[in-house]
């Protein structure tokens, strides 16, 4: 599952309007399918509002607005949270967070047996309420590394000033010294491969990027590929 959305304002009614025209405005593609840009971890919950683990009680469909004649739909998750890695200044304690409920709008299916962990990330609307949908990341709390369970209590929030550039194919370059290439596509066919689940992108000290692992950053793995 993975990535965000945006804000609502403040009336009732014109609240949940304003939602669904977020959702609406804020997602990618339109109205027929869900559609998500591949992003590294990291840039996700650095782009993220709120960022916690949680486990889902349980789950409701309500309207998304007060408005009679709207008939979008959204679910509702109740949840128990865990722990809270980003948004304290926002929000202390996460009770309900909600996500779209048809799927072309990216809508988020939890299993809400009070058991499972969620690593859950979001944004949080004007009226405090917790929006998801698959392009945050989110994912089952035992299926991350614990590189990335540690990631999460700063050393992703470190390299939020770096930027993370999909790799696709040979030549593939840094363009500017606050950049890392994420390659797991090249090397392995697949976008969450080993360096998206054990490192993180981190600024040093002289401005410039470099993937770390737990131990003094790399100098040139991941860094620069290019042909021969």
Same mark, same amino acid.
């Given at each position: 599952m993975r990535r965000a959305g945006s804000g609502s304002p403040g009336s009732a009614?014109?609240?949940?309007?304003?939602? &669904?025209?977020?959702?609406?405005?804020?997602? /990618?593609?339109? &109205?027929?399918?869900?559609? #998500?840009?591949?992003?590294? /971890?990291?840039?996700?919950?650095?782009?993220?509002?709120? &960022?916690?683990?949680?486990?889902?009680?349980? !789950? $409701?469909?309500?309207?998304? @607005? +007060?408005? /009679?004649?709207?008939?979008?739909?959204?679910?509702?998750? !109740?949840? $128990?949270?865990?722990?809270?890695?980003?948004?304290? !200044? $926002?929000?202390? +304690?996460?009770?309900?967070?909600?996500? /779209?409920? +048809?799927? @072309?709008? #990216?809508?988020? $299916?939890? !299993?809400?047996?009070?058991?499972?962990?969620?690593?859950?990330?979001?944004?949080i609307l004007s009226d405090g309420k917790v929006l998801i949908h698959l392009c945050n990341y989110i994912e089952p709390w035992d299926d991350l590394s614990l590189s990335q369970k540690k990631s999460l209590n700063q050393r992703y929030q470190m390299g939020c000033g770096c930027k993370i550039t999909t790799c696709y194919m040979v030549p593939c370059s840094i363009t500017a010294p606050n950049e890392c290439l994420w390659t797991d596509w090249l090397i392995e066919r697949r976008l969450y491969g080993h360096q998206a689940r054990h490192y993180a992108c981190i600024k040093r000290s002289d401005g410039t990027c470099s993937w770390y692992r737990g131990g003094p950053p790399p100098e040139k793995d991941f860094i620069d590929i290019s042909e021969p």
């Open positions: 009614g014109g609240r949940g309007a304003a939602l &669904v025209l977020a959702l609406a405005l804020a997602l /990618p593609a339109a &109205v027929s399918a869900c559609s #998500c840009a591949p992003a590294h /971890p990291q840039q996700l919950l650095c782009d993220a509002a709120l &960022v916690i683990r949680a486990k889902i009680s349980s !789950e $409701k469909v309500v309207p998304a @607005s +007060d408005d /009679p004649l709207d008939t979008h739909k959204m679910i509702r998750y !109740e949840i $128990k949270q865990i722990k809270m890695f980003k948004g304290f !200044e $926002k929000l202390k +304690d996460v009770q309900y967070v909600y996500t /779209p409920f +048809d799927s @072309s709008l #990216c809508g988020v $299916k939890l !299993e809400a047996n009070n058991k499972k962990q969620y690593l859950l990330t979001g944004q």
